[in-house]
């Protein structure tokens, strides 16, 4: 005799619990959950970026110091040994201003192409112009 309310008892079988199996059934109808969506392996914070932007910018610089440093080696190893000329008088005085100029437009463009490269907009698929397909009545018949 049972002395407890039925709603204490789960694994009664009653009609209702036979048919659709009990609270812990592996037969009982249960919503699965939501597939994890995956992180776009792509994304890239927009700090990164920018960081990776700006070394971008960064490197032009040291590539086209680097390159002035060859150039004045060169110069210093071939050219003025041979011909003791020593470059005073061209005026190379009157650019000077410009070098602060320069310099910023080598940062600045440096950074605008790691962002375009690093941002992945320099690798996105672009769109193919569809090319007309030629027709059977073109093709030449022996």
């Known amino acids: 005799m049972n002395l407890l309310p039925r709603s204490i008892y789960p694994f009664t079988c009653t009609a209702r619990h036979a048919l659709s199996g009990g609270p812990l059934s592996s037969l ?3 919503s699965r959950p939501a597939a994890a969506r995956r992180p776009d392996p792509f994304h890239q914070h927009w700090g990164m970026v920018i960081f990776e932007s ?6 032009t610089i040291f590539i086209v110091f680097a390159l002035i440093l060859i150039a004045v080696g060169v110069y210093g190893v071939v050219v003025w040994p041979l011909t003791f000329w020593d470059l005073a008088n061209l005026g190379l005085e009157e650019y ?5 100029t320069i310099v910023w437009s080598l940062f600045a463009g440096g950074s605008l192409a790691g962002y375009y490269v690093f941002s992945g907009a320099a ?3 672009k769109q193919k112009a569809r090319t007309p397909v030629p027709s059977r009545s073109t093709r030449t018949s022996r």
């Open 28 to 30: 009982v109808q249960r």
């Open 54 to 59: 700006l070394s971008a910018g960064v490197l």
């Open 96 to 100: 000077g201003s410009l070098v602060n």
């Open 123 to 125: 690798f996105r698929a």
